[in-house]
């Protein structure tokens, strides 16, 4: 499994039903999440979602999408996400997350769609903020040891 990946995407919303706009840049704050979104303040802090899931759909759907169109926070690049386990931290730029949750329970209302897709669900990644700092487009992503919790 390769270790590292980079950020192709840091995404906000003002409303949960809106689509996420790409900003480029962004404040991850410890207990609270991406400062300006959305569903920062909630349990799952921080989405994460790879751009290879964003682009195998389109390639299947003939869809044109980008990051933020699947409303997740982060949109990733070389790293697999949906093998890494709950407790795994990951640094991002000078921040650290901790994955909390891969997916979502099926039966838990998803808000957005993106023309009748919704992937964040199946695919995505949650996280916590354990440490803050800003992020950006370009910053480096390492997965650290495993970390029970």
Known sequence: MKKSGKVVGVCTSQRRADPKINVGRGLLKMGHGLVGD???????????????SIQKLCQETGLSAGPGSFAENITTEGIDLTSLPAGTQLQIGQTKLKVI????DPSQAHTYNYQGFSIL????VFCKVIEGGEIKVGDSIKILKNQEV
């Open 101 to 104: 949750q891969i997916g979502k």
């Open 38 to 52: 959305s569903h920062a303040g909630t349990e799952k802090e921080v989405s994460l979602l790879a751009m290879e």
């Open 121 to 124: 669900p199946k695919e995505g």
